[in-house]
Nanobody, 115 residues
Framework: VQLQACEGGLVQAGSSLRPSCVTS????????MGWYRQVPGKQRELVAV??????TNYADSVKGRFAISRDNKNTMYLQMNGLKSDDTAVYYC???????????WGQGTQVTVSS
């Protein structure tokens, strides 16, 4: 299984971006799949995830601004609206598959928000 995240970028505060994550390989069951972000010197943090029951979880800091979605093929998206400078980070997509469980990470895509 491989994941490739792309379509980050440099935008002004208040703008929108929609990074995508393309998965390749055979994926059966999973525990969760979603987006995380990390800034230098800090731990990677959850942004938004799908759970295996179809529910979603969002970080409090992005609720109401970000939305996770996926198509019926192999691509997951993160719609980011109302971007703030605090959203500046490298964004990673992840899937935890079962059995295992095994975590697969994308290479990360940089999102920079200028104030």
């Amino acid at each position: 299984v491989q994941l490739q995240a792309c379509e980050g970028g440099l935008v002004q505060a208040g703008s929108s971006l929609r990074p995508s994550c393309v998965t390749s390989g055979t994926i059966g069951s999973f525990n969760h799949m979603g987006w995380y972000r990390q800034v230098p010197g800090k731990q990677r943090e959850l942004v938004a995830v799908f759970n295996d029951d179809g529910s979603t979880n969002y970080a409090d800091s992005v609720k109401g601004r970000f939305a996770i979605s996926r198509d019926n093929k192999n691509t997951m998206y993160l719609q980011m609206n109302g971007l703030k400078s605090d959203d500046t980070a490298v964004y990673y997509c992840d899937i935890e598959v079962v059995p295992g469980p095994l975590d697969y990470w994308g290479q990360g895509t940089q999102v920079t928000v200028s104030s």
